[in-house]
């Protein structure tokens, strides 16, 4: 009996003397930022550091980093932690300025933790760095000109003209329409179309299974919350572990499609000038040129591997299409719509500019067209000003960057975020923040203002490649149905609208309930 109790206060003791080293190594860890001479005004939580409430889901992280940005006044930039690991966030727009163009060469990443060799799909513009990033944008870059995007204005259009059809049934019941679901299931089928030639039905057919790979990769499950935690803490984990970012039969599933499409182009010798067949005419040539590879060069540091595109890359570019454009258009879309059912005087004055435009020009649209529309362009802005798809940029610092004007030198390896969603909210740039107003787009407001405080589509070298797609995908099927109906608010919509804690980009929590009604001739 006295062993046995002398046993238990033993283990007692190693419990008491590993839990308090434990606790204090954490809080020494919470000490970095002030070691480095770096402001962090408010307090860590000893577990989850400054992201408490975006790891329980309870705020959405563009809120949650607002309240820091808000709560930070006076400072250019303040520490804070993501569980123990430091970040900079970003308060000043020249310095932000100089983080995304003057300083790229510090900056040209963002830092997102992926392993291609894991999750093939993952290795894409969006994630890949240094030398492979650069020589992917400059091939990839072609396919976004005007010149070529133009051309697919018939296919978003047709699109566009069968979401209309599918309003007609509600409208004459008067029944409301989940709206969020519906723009979904519309950039589902345009970037399918688009991108890769093939139609995926998803309009006329919600459970399509690209419809479902989507509303899986933008909700948050037990393993994207495991692998943020762990990103945080341990990255080399996650590959050590095989966490993945995308369900393994989501993936098999997108990778089969496009493989299958480039065995069947191939074997057919089809060509339809469309993104895929760049890919694969970019994969033909196998290795790039020496000649290119010296023009690629990021800086004197930057490894120049030998990069080959192999299917796997061809198929992680495609993927990008899909995360880059699906989720943000719908999203934008999504809150234009509901902002127009909450302003019908901005509603109404969209309505005779479309109305003017299809009298002109007999009901046609084209890309030149769509570029008259000046007041349909100023409300898209507005949207996303107030509810930028994007809330937070990351870039990684590759080398050390002293803050100008500052005695404070951060470190290589550490990250910096631009809060866009609170930065977008500040009544410093934005008077009334909370107000819808398309006014606040004209030439001369946007002359007016600092350019850096408007960043829905990011900046610098990075910027992203489908601005001018994602804009046009967007206004061709405001067009539509603006042209044919008018948007009310459901009752069912409770106001002020709450943006879900369980998603990455700004989403209606509980979705987005709207009627149309048609509009008399
Ligand atoms: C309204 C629609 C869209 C919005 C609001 C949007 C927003 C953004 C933002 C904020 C970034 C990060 C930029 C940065 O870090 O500076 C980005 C990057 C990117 N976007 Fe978009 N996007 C949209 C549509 C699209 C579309 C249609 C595509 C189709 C391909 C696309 C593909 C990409 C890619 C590939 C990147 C990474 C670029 C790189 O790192 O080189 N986006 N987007």
Redo the contacts with the bound molecule.
């Keep these: 009996m006295v062993l046995f109790d002398c046993l238990l206060l033993n283990l007692m003791a190693y419990a008491v003397i590993i839990s308090t080293s434990f606790y204090f190594y954490l809080r020494y860890r919470y000490t970095f930022w002030q070691r480095q001479g770096c402001p962090v005004p408010l307090e860590p939580n000893i577990i989850y550091g400054h992201t408490k409430e975006v790891t329980k889901m309870k705020t959405w992280v563009g809120e949650h980093y607002a309240s820091i940005y808000f709560n930070t006044n006076g400072y250019k930039f303040v520490g804070f932690y993501q569980f123990q690991k430091p970040k900079l966030m970003l308060r000043d727009l020249n310095i932000i300025k100089d983080v ?1 163009t003057k300083e790229f060469s510090t900056f040209p990443n ?1 830092g997102i933790v992926f392993d291609d060799k894991l999750e093939p799909l993952t290795g ?3 994630t ?1 760095e240094g030398h492979k ?1 650069k020589v ?2 400059n091939k ?1 870059t072609p396919a ?1 000109t005007i010149g070529k995007i133009k051309n697919m204005i018939d296919l978003i259009d047709g699109r566009a003209q069968e979401m209309v059809r599918i309003l007609e049934a509600p409208a004459v019941i008067d029944e409301q329409v989940e709206f969020k679901e519906l723009l979904a299931r519309f950039s589902t089928d345009v ?1 399918s179309i688009v ?1 890769f030639g093939f139609e995926t039905n998803s309009l006329a057919n919600p459970d399509a299974e690209f419809r479902k790979v989507g509303r899986m990769l933008f909700s948050t499950s037990i393993e994207s919350i495991i692998r943020n935690a762990l990103n945080a803490l341990a990255p080399s984990l996650i590959g050590l572990l095989k966490v993945r970012s995308i369900k393994k039969e989501y993936a098999d599933f997108f990778y089969n499609v496009v493989n299958d499409t480039v065995r069947y182009r191939e074997e057919n010798n089809i060509q339809r000038n469309d ?1 895929l067949d760049l890919l694969m005419k970019i994969k033909r040539g196998q290795n790039l040129s020496s000649e290119e590879e010296s023009k690629l060069v990021l800086n004197e540091n930057d490894e120049k591997e030998d990069f080959k595109f192999t299917m796997d890359v061809l198929a992680a ?1 495609c993927f ?2 899909f ?4 989720e ?2 719908s ?2 879309l999504t809150f234009t719509f509901f902002e127009l059912a909450q302003n019908p005087e901005v509603q109404t004055r969209a309505q005779d500019e479309i109305d003017s435009v299809l009298i002109k020009h007999n009901g046609k649209l084209t890309y030149e067209i769509l570029q008259e529309m000046t007041y349909l362009d100023m409300i ?1 802005s507005e949207a ?1 000003r107030k509810y ?3 809330p937070n ?3 990684k610092a590759v080398k050390p960057y002293k803050l100008p004007n500052s005695d404070f030198t951060l470190n290589k390896g550490l990250q910096v975020v631009i809060p ?1 969603y609170a930065i977008h909210n500040d009544p410093e740039y934005w008077p009334e923040p909370e107000k819808f107003i398309p006014e606040r787009f004209t030439e001369e407001e946007k002359h007016n203002r600092p350019q850096y405080a408007y ?13 001018r ?3 046009m ?2 206004k061709v099927a405001l067009f539509r149905i603006l042209s044919t109906y008018n948007i009310s608010l459901s009752k069912n919509m409770k106001l002020p609208i709450k943006l879900n804690p369980k998603t990455i980009p700004a989403n209606p929590e509980g979705g987005m309930f709207l009627h149309v009604t048609k509009r008399k001739n």
């Design positions: 995304f963002r894409n513009l969006l890949l990033w992917l944008r990839l976004f970037i991108a993104f570019q990008v299409w995360i880059g454009g699906y943000t258009s999203i934008t898209v996303l930028p798809p994007v940029l990351t870039r866009v960043l829905p589509f990011g900046a610098g070298p990075r910027l992203c490649i489908g601005m797609f994602g804009m995908q967007v």
